[in-house]
Each structure stands twice: as C-alpha cells, then as structure tokens.
C-alpha cells in the first residue's frame, strides 16, 4: 500500500471495458519534491464513484496499490509489462470527509425532484 498527496488535475470519466469491468482515470500533480510530478491513477468497478466528490483543483490524499502484468502479443509473441497504480481511497484536505462507495438507494413516492 502507498499513499501520496497532491491536487487533482484530471478527471476523466469513467469507462465500460467489458461488462464485467469499468474504470476511471484521473491524475493529480506532486509538489513534494523540487520538480512538480504528474501522475495518473485509476479506480475500478466499484469504486470508480469514489471520485465524484472531488473537483479539478482540490487537494486529494490517495491510497492506492502498485499493479503489474505481463501481455504476451499473440501475433508476434514479444512480451510486454504494464503496470498501474489502483486507487482504492481517496480523501480531501483537512476539512473534507473521505469520500465512500455509495450504499444503494431506494428512491420514495414523496421525492419530487424533476429529475
């Protein structure tokens, strides 16, 4: 488990690979060190609404885990790796409530909401 704290600068919506799985991308900048990192993470499945409280521009802490795999090309063989950095929490400055996967909802008669 890793953690690093910046400012969201991206925040891309989320996408259906297949059925089974979906994503989202976002990255945000790193001012800890002399030179400024941008660094782009992903949420999958269900905690891909983890970023829905955040906007571009605020301060995020994210925990998140180191994924690597191996894609061997069927047509011509050559191996290759990837890796990703899957966030699994996201929280706001000081002052901001982590953010958490939604509970399901059930919505009532007596809402009028005209949406």
Known sequence: MFQLKGKLIVK?????????????EFVIEDNSSQYPQVISFQLVQDRCSLLDAYNVGDEVNVDFNLRGRE?????????????????????????????????ASTVSDADDLPF
């Open 71 to 103: 894609w061997v090309d069927p047509k011509n063989g050559v191996t290759k790796y990837f890796n990703s950095l899957e966030a699994w929490k996201l929280e706001g400055g000081a002052t901001a409530a982590p953010a958490k996967i939604p509970e």
């Open 12 to 24: 891309n919506d989320e996408q259906v690979i297949t059925e089974k799985f979906k994503k989202r």
